[in-house]
């Protein structure tokens, strides 16, 4: 009898124990009312890990297995998904205490919050794991969407956020970074923007900045800012829309060699080298070949390729290597037709870039809050050499129209024009003849000036083209006169013999127009890997 009651006893207690009810057995050693103390038994209940299998770090991933597995962009991410999704981006920043934590992701120029709190699906494991990751790590996290109460302040997508159940590390970053993304990202002021230098890096109001130098040493770093993701956007942008503009209008894409004998627009600022025994250089444009591909009847030709100049000029502006954009084109009558093509072409891209590249302005704007919106008129603004002096000498900027204009110059006439046209976007054209390459067709009706232009944005200039010397005794003669050895172009020259049309076109650098039209103060923002006369790594 005696045995029966004690396995009752026993079975009673071993219920109890399972649905965590031994807190009511009476013992007089510890009264009600007195807290008990933890219970070995509880601790080996905290001990099991409702998170396992839920977090950790991913096998190599060596392409052995292809699930299909369906990971969402952080651009992609809307509250009308409702079943749970992956997403893989990097650790931006992580912040835990207690039962909580939150991880802050980072894809492209977005940022975005996830949430962890312990629960019957979220273990104290889980969350100190995840609380040791490293910044700019590879993740993959899994979870709800859900709506926030409140914007998430330091997140780009602020109305949701990821209710998280699983992290799992891809590629764990290590812990010291060369500088923080967050210093490397703050508000610049225009005085700033407009003496960044490569200085050592400098404590500013108690916090770092990253200097010029640090940044570009670091350069893969540095192009994980979002500021810089919306940068090399846009510019894909101006490519995408140059080249879209111009097939639609009838051109044909080519690629010419940037090893050529002798200099492409005379003078000494090319890049030489020995080429098994011969002297050669890199091409400082693929100027002569585009005119030789209109002698082959391509009609109307462009080129999107680096092009080299060996300038020793350490300024805002200029880069020893340079992305190209170049189109030439048959005329009919006159140079206009050109200027005609290249204004409607530029159109296209600004409008484009407005209206599809609309938030990675805003996340550049974020970092340098003082620049204005480009402004520009679909009507064109056209002045001649003539005109521009004029309206220079009258705001009191002496100017003669037989030198060409300098940088402070330009500038000068920039803020006139935007003043009385309403337009950061203009040409000046009838340039004089000391101021063009020798290949520049001479007016008809004084031959000191030439029927070439120039295209501005804010005040700085961007292209270089004109109508083109299609007769080749006088294209001999003015190689000449320009002192170049006509032995050097030969094949160049010999293409004109053979009947050749009047052409025309022009050249423009890449990274200067997104840095005008973006309004940056540095070309070095636009060229995402810069070569100057300091600078050749990495």
Same mark, same amino acid.
């Given at each position: 009898? #005696?045995?029966?009651?004690?396995?009752?006893?026993?079975?009673?207690?071993?219920?109890? =124990?399972?649905?965590?009810?031994?807190?009511?057995? +009476?013992?007089?050693?510890?009264?009600?009312?007195?807290?008990?103390?933890?219970?070995?038994?509880?601790? /080996?209940?905290?001990?099991?890990?409702?998170?396992?299998?839920?977090?950790?770090?991913?096998?190599?991933?060596?392409?052995?297995?292809?699930?299909?597995?369906?990971? %969402?962009?952080?651009?992609?991410?809307?509250?009308? =998904?409702? #079943?749970?999704? *992956?997403?893989?981006?990097? =650790?931006?920043?992580? $912040?835990?205490?207690?039962?909580?934590?939150?991880?802050?992701?980072?894809?492209?120029?977005?940022?975005?919050?996830?949430?962890?709190?312990?629960?019957?699906?979220?273990?104290?494991?889980?969350?100190?794991?995840?609380?040791?990751?490293?910044?700019?790590?590879?993740?993959?996290?899994?979870?709800?969407?859900?709506?926030? @109460?409140?914007?998430?302040?330091?997140?780009?997508?602020?109305?949701?956020?990821?209710?998280?159940?699983?992290?799992?590390?891809?590629?764990?970053?290590?812990?010291?970074?060369?500088?923080?993304?967050?210093?490397?990202?703050?508000?610049?002021?225009?005085?700033?923007?407009?003496?960044? &230098?490569?200085?050592?890096?400098?404590?500013?109001?108690? $916090?770092? $900045?990253?200097?010029?130098?640090?940044?570009?040493?670091?350069?893969?770093?540095?192009?994980?800012?979002?500021?810089? /993701?919306?940068? +090399?956007?846009?510019?894909?942008?101006?490519?995408?829309?140059?080249? #879209?503009?111009?097939?639609?209008?009838?051109?044909?894409?080519?690629?010419?060699?940037?090893?050529?004998?002798?200099?492409?627009?005379?003078?000494?600022?090319?890049?030489?080298?020995?080429?098994?025994?011969?002297?050669?250089?890199?091409?400082?444009?693929?100027?002569?070949?585009?005119?030789?591909?209109?002698?082959?009847?391509?009609?109307?030709?462009? #080129?999107?390729?680096?092009?080299? !100049?060996?300038?020793?000029?350490?300024?805002?502006?200029?880069?020893?290597? %340079?992305?190209?954009?170049?189109?030439?084109?048959?005329?009919?009558?006159?140079?206009?037709?050109?200027?005609?093509?290249?204004?409607?072409?530029?159109?296209?891209? %600004?409008?484009?870039?407005?209206?599809?590249?609309?938030?990675?302005?805003?996340?550049?704007?974020?970092?340098?809050?003082?620049?204005?919106?480009?402004?520009?008129?679909?009507?064109?603004? *056209?002045?001649?050499?003539?005109?521009?002096?004029?309206?220079?000498?009258?705001?009191?900027?002496?100017? @003669?129209?037989?030198?060409?204009?300098?940088?402070?110059?330009?500038?000068?006439?920039?803020?006139?024009?935007?003043?009385?046209?309403?337009?950061?976007?203009?040409?000046?054209?009838?340039?004089?003849?000391?101021?063009?390459?020798?290949?520049?067709?001479?007016?008809?009706?004084?031959?000191?000036?030439?029927?070439?232009?120039?295209?501005?944005?804010?005040?700085?200039?961007?292209?270089?083209?004109?109508? !083109?010397?299609?007769?080749?005794?006088?294209? !001999?003669?003015?190689?000449?006169?320009?002192?170049?050895?006509?032995?050097?172009?030969?094949? +160049?020259?010999?293409?004109?013999?053979?009947?050749?049309?009047?052409?025309?076109?022009?050249?423009?650098?890449?990274?200067?127009?997104?840095?005008?039209?973006?309004?940056?103060?540095?070309?070095? *923002?636009?060229?995402?890997?810069? !070569?100057?006369?300091? &600078?050749?790594?990495?």
């Amino acid at each position: 009898m #005696e045995s029966e009651e004690f396995g009752s006893s026993v079975r009673l207690f071993a219920s109890m =124990v399972k649905s965590d009810q031994t807190s009511k057995i +009476y013992n007089p050693k510890h009264p009600p009312h007195v807290e008990r103390p933890k219970a070995k038994l509880t601790e /080996q209940a905290e001990e099991v890990d409702v998170s396992a299998g839920n977090y950790g770090t991913l096998p190599l991933i060596q392409s052995v297995d292809y699930t299909h597995k369906r990971y %969402f962009s952080l651009s992609e991410l809307s509250l009308n =998904v409702t #079943e749970p999704i *992956w997403i893989r981006a990097r =650790v931006h920043n992580t $912040r835990f205490k207690g039962k909580l934590g939150f991880i802050i992701l980072r894809d492209t120029v977005h940022t975005f919050q996830c949430t962890m709190f312990l629960s019957d699906q979220v273990s104290r494991n889980l969350l100190k794991f995840a609380s040791d990751i490293t910044k700019e790590s590879i993740i993959d996290v899994y979870g709800t969407l859900k709506a926030t @109460s409140q914007p998430v302040q330091s997140c780009s997508i602020n109305n949701m956020e990821l209710e998280t159940t699983k992290v799992f590390v891809v590629s764990k970053s290590q812990a010291s970074l060369p500088f923080q993304l967050d210093d490397a990202g703050q508000p610049m002021t225009l005085e700033q923007a407009e003496n960044e &230098r490569d200085e050592d890096q400098a404590e500013e109001g108690g $916090r770092a $900045r990253v200097s010029q130098k640090l940044r570009l040493n670091n350069r893969v770093i540095d192009l994980r800012l979002p500021t810089n /993701q919306a940068i +090399y956007r846009v510019s894909s942008g101006v490519c995408q829309y140059f080249r #879209e503009f111009l097939i639609q209008n009838g051109f044909v894409e080519i690629h010419t060699p940037k090893l050529i004998p002798g200099t492409s627009e005379g003078g000494t600022e090319v890049f030489k080298l020995d080429y098994f025994g011969r002297e050669a250089c890199l091409a400082q444009s693929p100027q002569l070949y585009k005119q030789m591909a209109i002698m082959g009847d391509l009609d109307r030709v462009f #080129e999107i390729g680096p092009v080299f !100049r060996a300038e020793n000029s350490n300024t805002h502006r200029h880069l020893c290597e %340079f992305v190209g954009l170049d189109l030439e084109m048959a005329i009919k009558e006159h140079y206009f037709e050109v200027l005609e093509m290249i204004h409607g072409m530029f159109i296209h891209i %600004f409008k484009n870039i407005e209206t599809h590249f609309a938030t990675e302005l805003q996340t550049i704007y974020k970092q340098f809050p003082f620049i204005q919106q480009f402004q520009y008129t679909e009507k064109p603004v *056209w002045l001649t050499f003539h005109e521009a002096v004029a309206l220079l000498n009258e705001a009191g900027n002496p100017q @003669s129209v037989h030198a060409d204009f300098n940088t402070a110059t330009e500038k000068q006439l920039g803020a006139i024009v935007k003043e009385r046209y309403h337009t950061d976007f203009y040409v000046v054209h009838r340039y004089p003849q000391e101021a063009r390459p020798f290949y520049t067709m001479l007016c008809a009706d004084d031959p000191e000036f030439t029927n070439s232009y120039d295209i501005f944005m804010r005040g700085e200039e961007i292209i270089s083209g004109a109508q !083109r010397i299609h007769d080749p005794a006088m294209l !001999r003669q003015r190689a000449i006169f320009k002192g170049i050895d006509v032995s050097t172009i030969k094949d +160049y020259l010999d293409s004109f013999k053979f009947g050749a049309h009047p052409h025309g076109g022009c050249g423009v650098g890449l990274e200067r127009v997104v840095m005008l039209f973006v309004g940056l103060k540095n070309i070095r *923002w636009t060229s995402m890997f810069p !070569r100057d006369p300091k &600078r050749i790594s990495p």
